[in-house]
């Protein structure tokens, strides 16, 4: 893929927005299933951001007409804090991510940034104000460098530094002999779970996006390396409007919110105590999965 988009490089800097745009849609490849086309207003301004808050406003929306999937749901993300949206299975939390970076528009509600319809502004600058890291990032197989700082036409390359730095990874590429030149992937160094997380952290990072999505990883990682992973999102996602799809409770315990969607709709929202107090299905999804983290812990004794 990265090869093909290549040249348009010298093409300057219209291809480049386009590439960016591409660069995004590489990293939601877990999100998206279809593609569907979801056009500008010919005027569309750009949307303006500082410390975004977000808004989903009495939201429908359904892949196909028989079905809704999203059924009239409504929450608010306040500037610069931590939600994290949690379910059962099918409950429609990765949809929320692809309402949210726009690959469709609802049937009815709107979705609002800092008070602006998102289906009246340009795609490319909401997906800039959008910062997503992805359950398993993709890298090319090129050097570290481009890795980081591939989709941010206008990174220099103090701004991969810092981004490296910021995403913990810095270090290990310094004691590379070719550093940030090192190509890895397929026919270079195999990068673990780990460091492919922490690149394609500085990867969006390099973007400096107001706005993180973190869609969480099913598995992949041992729990000392999620730890740290963790560790790095929480501080890089300060200050920052966070939202994060998580499959395991226990990584999003000290969320400023927690929303449980089911079926479609908000159940419950609030703080980890609040929700374990309440005894609904926040409580139950916990009790049963540290049951499995026991058992886990039990097998692999
Ligand atoms: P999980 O925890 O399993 O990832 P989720 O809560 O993220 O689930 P979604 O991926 O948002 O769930 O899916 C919600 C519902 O929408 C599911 O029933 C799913 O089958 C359906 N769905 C998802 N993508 C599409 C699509 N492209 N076309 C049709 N239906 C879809």
Redesign the pocket.
């Given at each position: 893929l990265i090869q093909l988009f290549r040249p348009l490089d010298m093409l300057g800097f219209v291809y480049r927005s386009i590439r960016q745009g591409l660069v995004d849609m590489g990293a939601m490849f877990k999100l998206m299933?279809?593609a569907v086309e979801v056009k500008d207003r010919p005027d569309a301004p750009a949307l303006v951001v500082h410390r975004p808050h977000i808004t989903f406003d009495h939201v429908v929306f359904g892949?196909?007409s028989d079905?809704t999937?999203l059924k009239g749901l409504s929450f608010e993300v306040a500037a610069g804090s931590h939600v994290a949206i949690v379910?059962?299975?099918?409950?429609?939390?990765?949809?929320?991510a692809?309402l949210l970076f726009r690959f469709y528009d609802p049937q009815a509600g709107r979705i609002l940034i800092d008070g602006q319809d998102i289906a009246g502004v340009t795609q490319e600058s909401l997906r800039a104000a959008i910062g997503i890291v992805p359950q398993d990032s993709v890298l090319f197989n090129d050097t570290i460098g481009y890795n980081i700082a591939y989709g941010s036409s206008a990174a220099t390359e103090a701004d991969a530094i810092n981004a490296a730095r910021d995403a913990a990874i810095l270090p290990f590429i310094e004691q590379l002999p070719q550093g940030f030149e090192t190509e890895v992937g397929e026919r270079g160094l195999k990068l673990s779970g780990g460091e492919k997380q922490r690149v394609a952290i500085a990867r969006t990072l390099v973007k400096n996006p107001p706005i993180l999505l973190l869609d969480e990883a099913t598995s992949a990682l041992d729990s000392r390396t999620e730890q740290d992973i963790l560790a790095t999102l929480r501080r890089v996602s300060r200050n920052r409007t966070t939202i994060a799809?998580a499959?395991r409770l226990s990584t999003i315990a000290d969320a400023d919110r927690i929303l449980v969607?089911d079926q479609g709709k908000l159940a419950e929202a609030g703080r980890h105590s609040e929700l374990l107090a309440r005894g609904g299905l926040y409580a139950e999804m916990w009790t049963r999965q540290a049951a499995e983290r026991e058992q886990e812990a039990d097998a692999a004794e």
């Open positions: 299933d279809t892949y196909e079905r999937i379910g059962p299975s099918g409950a429609g939390k990765s949809t929320i692809r799809i499959h969607l």
